[in-house]
């Protein structure tokens, strides 16, 4: 339908919601895919728009009905012009000002204009440099030691305790043994039954007092660590945890900031620092940071630091934002989200800042969002923690039945019990007769109680939960040795590092994902580009490896290298060296533009040769770093930025170029420029941006074939699911110069509508463009990503994407991944307001009812499949519906989604995304995630896959073998080793995954079928013998060899019936436990000391024995066979069929092998799934 | 980032791995067993296997349980309930004062042979609502004791059987405190019928469970008297009564071998049987009874066996037809991809 156009959207640089936009157009901008004749929106565009921060009220709807009701295969924008997706804008945003020049950067202009006011009584007043006033307030601020901990010396044994036995398990392990120790009731002995739990619970303490003792050193050595605070005018070294706010400190290049705090300078003259937020948010690249220009100019003075005071919101966990303001000589200036670095961040290509702390130690942001691991259970152990709690209430029921009917045969034979042969009331063997064992009727009917619970605790089955760990044990360890799970890139394989969701894996209904690092490789590759209507698209990969081929320079006998290199095309490698043919001239200016028109920082790095060094691009844009990297590799290196000019490395020559200003890129424009002086004197503007809005400003008579060759390019680039842009540049005049530079300025000081009249400025320059050439940039997926992706979904699984990146970005993985596709209808969140959140909502979920009215009444039974939705919501609109009533809203509007795209949001608010849907559903989630930032939702998450979580319990597993019993062996064999169906059949019917997430397997209508079902085995486990041995001589030892030998064949032929694949290690462990257990019979009827000497011996000789056992295996499987092959023949289910189909052959049966390959590499290997 | 390179960026620092010098590869070894490929069999119910199955259950249980019923009829048992009918009738109000007095209980039983019955005849006595299987009193014996001569004072468990005044009760315990002292006299046609009271205990408990060096010590010494007094002077291994009555029963009805008759009985001859009625059961309602049963290759007398047996088997005789019916009349083709879930008409719903 709309050919690739989806990969269109050409992103830039960061989309920055221009602070202080006056408009702040807010569109629901959907797509019907049309697919029906009769539809009434053929046209398919439902377009929601509205001003709903000025305006609310002229938001509406519109549909725009064609008059012709039949146009199949329409797009709903002609051509690539495809724009499903508006922004919306708000004050508050991240690293919007990637660059700056000069020294007021438009976004402190926004927050001045949209400056909020900070309630006073929601301040905190930190006076920098005056740590002792600071901290003399109402409110007591937190000290900057944090503490990960759990447990201190004293508290260890008692909160240790409890928290073990917060397993339903252990405390009923420790009733039991209490019962055990009680001498009336004894029924098994004292010491056997206290050992298993004393031997666990110790074991498991050691494992968490080993781990406590290594957050504790950790925290230490976080607490010792120094950093430079300013105490009487010089700076001093001072231990992490002394910090306090108020303080002034000074960090120095590639440090981490000790706490979170406010930038007064930096070592760059225009204030700028680059952090590094990878432990924060998990994105690698550089973000930049300003210090105020009004603090930058004082504070090398040191003494002239104080007097300032600083009026900040609370402590909270929102890493993107940040509201305050700072009394100075009187003027108030406002500081947002660019003006603080936080805690954990590293200082990168910077000497030096200075700041102020304003949040210490655990209400640093870092630290807020640090929540704590809870421990998961797996859907699994919930519903048997239930059904376990049924089955005690069964026990109770039994038990009180046992001892009224005790109570009752007490008092009808009290008259008899002293004499009574078998039972002895009173000890006649004393001179002075006593009460032989009998307390009484109350305490009597007590005992009895108590010791029928003993006898029949058997019937919880708690080794159960010890078999289901062990099996966990088992699945876990063909996981980690599965040579498809193995990746060979970074060489590790899968891990597992909790052990107690393994079976949730099967029942997911939500997958929460991480854009960056977990759908792509983070990684933006230069693919080709069209120069002067010439297409350069038969790059070459050069291998690493290869670092002959490899561009580099020399300087200072160093040399200077790419860290990656791109596909170089040969031609226009040749031409990039050509620089005086026409051509020549062409590319060069192109190759010019892609190293200058960025906000780029190089870096170099070392390398293992010390005379080989590597420039790294670091920027908050990945694209602009794949331009300048190819940009490098065809000899135009940018090796050297200052705040004033950037140095390029033209073919070996070092060329200076100034940079005398920058526009940078907005949603309105779609564009960046920057305008340089030249080495050769000219001062020239550099624009990119994407074709929809370049086009527009470019000259076209210059040159109409090359745009149309271009534009053809384009459309080829796009259609493969390259990011597009197109390049231009524009000679300035000296009076154009002139007269730029002035309106520049005077926008670049204005106080009010800063943002606005930079706009206007840079409009006004972008213009009358010659047009040097389009790149297309591939945001490359990980292997096999939409492969997966689209499993999921036949699936059924509802694929979430959150992610830190900008919308479009989001977006546009989105496509790549076809986590959307053209067939869905979008709907696009971004408010900052609850009140338009609200209406938004209400808008989308009556857009929806629209839409699945629509699809029902004309495509009947196939609609489900048409009219698919994708919501894209953003942090901010998140901030106003989590947590508040309207949660409730999104969720009805999220689960009506296929897909869900949340941009910009921060790692806290995906746990609350996670919780969303966790706490209105009993849907299973899992969240996959590669960086610190997902560690929240990864941790909310029923199923968290990442790298993170330290809590192994295979100590605790390890331990508990002691306390299984060999009965349960075939069981866990069979839980390990048994798969219903082959991986092949299961890739080729994704559907099949239903199955799981219906939890057919597992239920509670099962619960109660497998309870009637165990019933009536008992019932001829038990009269079958009675009955045959009525009125006989048999012994009790005898036919308790009968019962256990019964029980233990019918446990393992109902095992055996549930077994789906029949390895030669399940004969063995089903069979071999059977024969196992009459070897134990016959050992244990073999010692002349028991007094069931030779009883098995002698009834295994009778005939009457065999018979009684066969008729109670039969007898007992009997029902059960009868309801399998029932249901299995006339209520098959769908693994029922693909089972048969398997076997059968009406699958196409191909190799598994083949069918694997492309998705063999697809789970990264580095995931683990955590607690 | 990029895995080539040698040094690894700060950008690399989401993964741990890359950091890692290279050493060897940790790619899992491949074998079929951690690749889950081993040759397995995957058995699917096909009609066939489930009519087979069926009908192979019945084949094998008609005739076990015609065979069984067979048995049970070929045995001849001869039942006499004697508790009620061996006080004299003036007495009968006071049985218990009756079984404690030191009146004569000698009592006097008439059997009639319904059927010819071969030897050996097995000589019974049967306890109704005893509970031999008690916890209070399966426990209550010394197993040590019995064995081995040396663990006389091993009587712990034995309470409240455990010590008189003069040492420790052998046989210690409550089961041989309480053992049965009925006795059996037969004749016929006035003519003693021999009853042999040797090896009517298992060979293993004579050989390893009681000694044959242990003798009964203080037995029945006590003041409440039990059942049986022993002989002093013959060892536990030949008190072949107290090795049955030792053997505690599974059931609170249980039969316990008195001896064998090792001669032909023929129909319709009369026997005659002196008993001694000493054994208490009347305190708590229990019944006692004589019996003279033949056996089978299947034991006693007990139809139950033979009629479960022909009840499973035609169970399954007819769920095979029932089936076989089902799979004419509604056949479904094993594995037919058109009936998975998503497959069916999704507007059937």
Known sequence: ?1171 | MNSGTPSSSAAGAGSADSTAPRRNSKRPKYSRFTQQELPACKPILTPKWVIGTFLLVSVIFIPIGVVSLFASRDVVEIVDRYETDCIPEALRNDKVGFIQSNQNKTCQRTLRVPKNMKQPIYVYYQLDNFYQNHRRYVKSRSDQQLRNNGSLQDTSPCKPEDNTASGPIVPCGLIAWSLFNDTYGFTRNNQQLNVNKRDISWKSDREHKFGKNVFPRNFQNGTLKGGATLKPDVPLSEQEDLIVWMRTAALPTFRKLYGKIEVDLQRDDVINVTLENNYNTYSFSGKKKLVLSTTSWLGGKNDFVGIAYLTVGGLCFFLALVFLLIYLIKPRQLGDPSYLSWNRNPSGH
């Open chain 1, 1 to 1171: 339908m709309m050919k690739g156009s989806q990969q269109q959207w050409p992103l830039l640089v960061p989309p920055p919601r221009t602070p202080g936009k006056e408009e702040l157009p807010i569109d629901i901008d959907s797509s019907i895919p049309v697919s029906s004749m009769s539809k009434p929106y053929s046209d398919s565009q439902i377009e929601m728009s509205g001003d709903f921060v000025r305006n609310p009220s002229s938001h509406s709807i519109q549909s725009k009905s064609s008059s012709t009701h039949s146009i199949k295969g329409v797009s709903f924008r002609e051509g690539h012009d495809l724009n499903p997706v508006s922004y919306g804008s708000r004050g508050a945003s991240l690293g919007s000002n990637p660059v700056r020049y000069g020294s007021r950067g438009a976004s402190s202009g926004g927050f001045t204009s949209s400056y909020k006011e900070i309630n006073d009584e929601d301040a905190r007043l930190v006076y920098v440099n005056d740590p002792g006033r600071t901290n003399q307030q109402r409110f007591k601020f937190a000290g900057n030691s944090i503490r990960t901990s759990k447990y201190s010396i004293l508290t260890f044994l008692p909160r240790n305790l409890f928290e073990q036995f917060h397993r339903i398990a252990y405390i009923y392990f420790l009733v039991i043994a209490i019962l055990n120790q009680l001498p009336q009731l004894a029924v098994f002995g004292r010491e056997a039954s206290i050992l298993p739990l004393a031997m666990v619970l110790f074991v498991t303490a050691v494992k968490d007092a080993y781990e406590d003792y290594r957050r504790h050193r950790s925290d230490r050595i976080e607490n010792n660590r120094l950093a430079s605070v300013l105490v009487n005018g010089e700076y001093e070294d001072k231990k992490w945890k002394d910090i306090c706010v108020g303080e002034v400190i000074k960090v120095s290049g590639n440090q981490t900031l000790p706490c979170d705090m406010v930038l007064l300078s930096t070592s760059d003259a225009t204030g700028v620092a680059y952090v590094q937020t990878t432990n924060l948010d998990g994105e690698s690249n550089l973000k930049t940071r300003y210090a105020k220009q009004e603090t930058q100019m004082r504070t090398p003075v040191v003494g002239n630091i104080g007097g300032l005071l600083i009026k900040c919101e609370k402590p909270n966990r929102n890493i993107y934002g940040f509201q305050a303001n700072m009394e100075i000589d009187g003027k108030r200036i406002s500081l947002g989200p660019s003006n603080i670095i936080l805690r954990g961040c590293e200082l990168k290509n910077t000497d030096w800042v200075v700041g102020v702390a304003v949040y210490a130690g655990k209400e640093t942001k870092a630290m807020l969002n640090n929540a704590g691991a809870p421990s998961k259970r797996s859907r699994l152990e919930k519903r048997m923690n239930k059904e376990i709690i049924i089955l005690s209430i069964f026990l109770v029921a039994l038990c009180t039945v046992v001892s009224i009917c005790h109570g009752a045969w007490l008092r009808r034979h009290r008259e008899e019990l002293y004499l009574m042969q078998f039972y002895r009331k009173y000890d006649y063997s004393e001179p002075e007769v006593k009460k032989y064992e009998y307390y009484g009727w109350g305490m009597e009917i007590f005992f009895v109680f108590l010791m029928s619970v003993i006898v029949f605790q058997v019937m919880i089955p708690i080794s159960l939960y010890i078999s289901v760990e062990l099996v966990r044990i088992g699945q876990a360890y063909f996981m980690i040795r599965d040579d498809r799970m193995f990746d060979k890139s970074t060489n590790s394989r899968f891990q597992c590092r909790a052990l107690n969701i393994n079976e949730d894996l099967g029942q997911i209904k939500y997958v929460f994902s991480d854009k960056t690092g977990t759908l792509t490789e983070n990684k933006m590759e230069f693919q080709c580009a069209s120069v002067g209507g010439v297409d350069y698209d038969n790059g070459k990969d050069i291998s690493t490896e290869d670092w002959q081929t490899g561009y580099s320079v020399q300087v200072d006998g160093m040399v200077l290298r790419p860290k990656m290199t791109v596909k170089l095309d040969q031609d226009l490698l040749n031409l990039s060296k050509m620089e005086h043919t026409n051509e020549g001239k062409h590319v060069y200016d192109f190759l010019v533009a892609l190293a200058a028109c960025n906000t780029i920082v190089p870096l170099t790095v070392e390398t293992s040769d010390p005379a080989i060094k590597l420039i790294e691009y670091q920027g908050e844009s990945p694209d602009e770093q794949a331009l300048a990297y190819a940009a490098a590799s065809y000899g135009f290196m940018l090796v050297e930025r200052s705040s004033g000019h950037i140095v390029i490395d033209i073919q070996g020559k070092r060329q200076r170029f100034n940079v005398l200003g920058l526009h940078e890129f907005d949603s309105d424009r779609k564009r960046m420029s920057v305008i340089v002086g030249c080495p050769d004197q000219t001062v020239k503007v550099f624009v990119k941006g994407a074709d929809t809005t370049m086009f527009k400003v470019i000259d076209k008579s210059l040159n109409l074939n090359m745009v149309n060759a271009t534009e053809s390019h384009l459309h080829s680039y796009s259609s493969k699911g390259l990011r597009t842009l197109v390049i231009g540049m524009r000679e300035l005049s000296t009076s154009e110069f002139e007269q730029w530079q002035s309106s520049y300025e005077s926008a670049s000081t204005a106080l009010m509508g800063r943002a606005k009249l930079l706009r206007k400025v840079a409009n006004n320059v972008e213009n009358n463009l010659k047009l040097l050439g389009a790149s297309g940039i591939e945001d490359k997926l990980q292997q096999g990503v939409p492969e997966a992706i689209e499993s999921l979904r036949t699936a059924g699984i509802k694929v979430w994407v959150l992610t830190g990146d900008k919308q479009e970005t989001a977006i546009s993985i989105g496509y790549s991944s076809k986590l959307l596709t053209s067939k869905m209808t979008q709907i696009v969140i971004n408010n900052n307001s609850k009140d338009s959140c609200r209406k938004n909502l209400d808008d989308a979920l009556q857009l929806y009812k629209k839409l699945s009215n629509v699809s029902h009444s004309n495509d009947g039974g196939h609609g489900a499949g048409t009219n698919q939705l994708a919501l894209i919501i953003d942090g901010t609109s998140l901030v106003y519906i989590l947590e508040t009533e309207l949660e409730e809203k999104l969720f009805e509007l999220a689960s009506k989604c296929t897909a869900v795209l949340c941009c910009r949001v921060a790692p806290l608010q995906k746990a609350g995304i996670v919780a969303l849907i966790k706490n209105r559903t009993d849907d299973m989630t899992l969240a996959i995630g590669d960086g610190a930032n997902d560690v929240s939702m990864i941790q909310k998450a029923d199923v968290g896959i990442g790298i993170s979580g330290q809590e192994g319990r295979q100590a605790v597993m390890a331990s508990d073998f002691s306390m299984v019993i060999y009965t349960s062996l075939p069981t866990i064999v069979v839980g390990i080793l048994d798969k219903d169906l082959g991986r092949g059949t299961l890739l080729q019917y994704p559907q099949l995954y239903g199955a799981g997430q219906r939890g057919e397997s597992y239920n509670g209508k099962l619960f109660w079928v497998t309870i009637l079902d165990t019933m009536w085995q008992s019932v001829a486990a038990f009269f079958i013998p009675l009955a045959a041995y009525w009125d006989s001589t048999v012994g009790v030892s005898a036919l308790g060899d009968l019962w256990i030998l019964a029980v233990v064949i019918l446990v393992n032929i109902h095992l055996a019936m549930d077994v789906i694949r029949w390895y030669t290690i399940t004969h063995i462990a089903i069979w071999g436990s059977i024969l196992a257990t009459f070897i134990c019979v016959m050992i244990i009827d073999a010692l002349p000391f028991l007094p069931g000497y030779w009883a098995f011996f002698m009834i295994a000789k009778t005939k009457l024995f065999w018979v009684c056992l066969l008729g109670i295996v039969v007898a007992g499987m009997v029902p059960r066979f009868v309801v399998k092959v029932f249901v299995q023949h006339c209520k098959p289910n769908d693994i029922h069929i693909a089972r048969e189909a398997e076997k059968f052959g009406n699958l196409r049966e191909t190799n598994a092998e083949t069918e694997m390959n492309p998705i063999s590499d697809l789970p990264r290997s580095t995931a683990t799934a955590t607690t």
